[in-house]
């Protein structure tokens, strides 16, 4: 092989060895919210929108490139609920390892969900990979 040849494909590999590297990070090919999932990670009603009586929110999440032993976790968070939380009050955190598919709920507070604007942070590993905001509502 000729050394110019040779020089060429180390610098198209040193290329491609920091993109490699970074792909390992994984990120979030799918997060979708409904009130329920199915057994095979449906999402059953799935909307943006809920109700002050929506008894549960569900999430269903897929990753790619993630690393096996990697955690993936939810964080719910209220960001505006005129007064009922305080802004950007943390609801509730979960995490799984060892996954690649699955899901994340929440239930309703005891009274009902205050109206407000909310989102769910998805973490692989302690990286904030997807953000998905919702809203709650007046029936």
């Not at 060895?17 to 994984?26: H, L, R």
């Not at 598919?101 to 769910?120: D, I, M, R």
């Amino acid at each position: 092989m000729g050394a110019k040849r040779l020089a060429a494909l180390m610098t198209m590999a040193l290329l491609v060895v920091p993109i490699a590297a970074t792909a390992g990070e994984g990120r979030v090919i799918r997060a979708e919210l409904g009130t329920d999932r199915t057994p095979d990670y449906e999402i059953v009603n799935p909307s943006t929108v809920f109700y002050t009586n929506t008894p549960k929110i569900t999430c269903v999440w897929k990753v790619e490139g993630v690393d096996p032993n990697a955690s993936i976790k939810s964080v719910w968070i209220a960001d505006d609920t005129g007064g009922a939380a305080p802004p950007h009050y943390k609801i509730i955190e979960k995490s799984i390892s060892g996954s690649s598919e699955g899901g994340f709920y929440v239930n309703s507070p005891t009274n009902g969900w205050p109206p407000g604007k909310y989102h769910l942070e998805i973490y692989i590993g302690d990286k904030l990979a997807k953000q998905v905001p919702f809203t709650i509502k007046q029936r």
